[in-house]
């Protein structure tokens, strides 16, 4: 991964997403652990902080997303968008926030501490060897613990997470990440899923 093409610069394209200017952008991948994502940002909304939430890509859990987005208007759901409008959100959002119960990289983390993002994450992957002080906070799943964590992140200088995630750059190894996955196939494969 070449991490020095990842910008920390917006373009026009995440506005055609219908998105607003406000304090706060939460970026939450892939539609896994939605529930987790949902709690803590309504106990953050319930405190007053203004914010915008927004999960990107497709799962298994479209039903819940489409749902909630109809009842929380600080909530959108934007399914499948091109790579690139990925990358220009996560120059602009806040925080990354991580609720899945499994991954095996994942690579919208990789990409979010290159750029500097703030990344909010479950204890999945690789992410304590990726995650750490001053680029992201690690998280038991639970929504309390969620909500403070990315309250602590919203208060971070953008340049000072880039800094510290520069540390961490070094340790993104898309080998390792292949031999995980192989491991999980092989162990799937196993038990019969």
């Known amino acids: 991964m070449d991490h020095t093409r990842i910008e920390p610069a917006a373009h026009p394209a995440v506005r055609s997403h219908g998105l607003s200017d406000l304090d706060c952008l939460l970026v939450a991948p892939g539609e896994k652990g939605v529930s987790l994502f949902l709690a803590a940002c309504d106990s953050l909304v319930g405190d007053g902080v203004p914010l915008q939430a927004v999960v990107v890509g497709d799962g298994r859990e479209a039903p819940l997303v489409e749902a909630s987005a109809r009842t929380r208007p600080w909530f959108r759901r934007l399914g499948r968008i091109p790579h690139d409008d990925v990358l220009d959100l996560m120059a602009i959002a806040s925080a990354l926030v991580i609720c899945s119960t499994y991954e095996s990289g994942p ?5 979010a ?10 204890d999945v992957g690789r992410v304590r060897e990726l995650v750490g002080e001053g680029n992201g906070r690690v998280c038991l799943r639970e929504a309390d613990a969620f909500a403070s964590a990315i309250r602590e992140t919203l208060a971070w200088d953008r340049a000072s997470v880039r800094e510290a995630s520069k540390a961490f750059l070094g340790r993104i190894d898309f080998e390792e990440t ?3 996955l192989t491991q999980l196939v092989e162990r799937a494969r196993r038990e019969g899923r």
């Open 178 to 180: 292949a031999r995980e």
């Open 107 to 111: 690579l919208v983390l990789a990409e």
């Open 113 to 122: 501490i290159a750029s500097g993002l703030p990344v909010v994450t479950t």
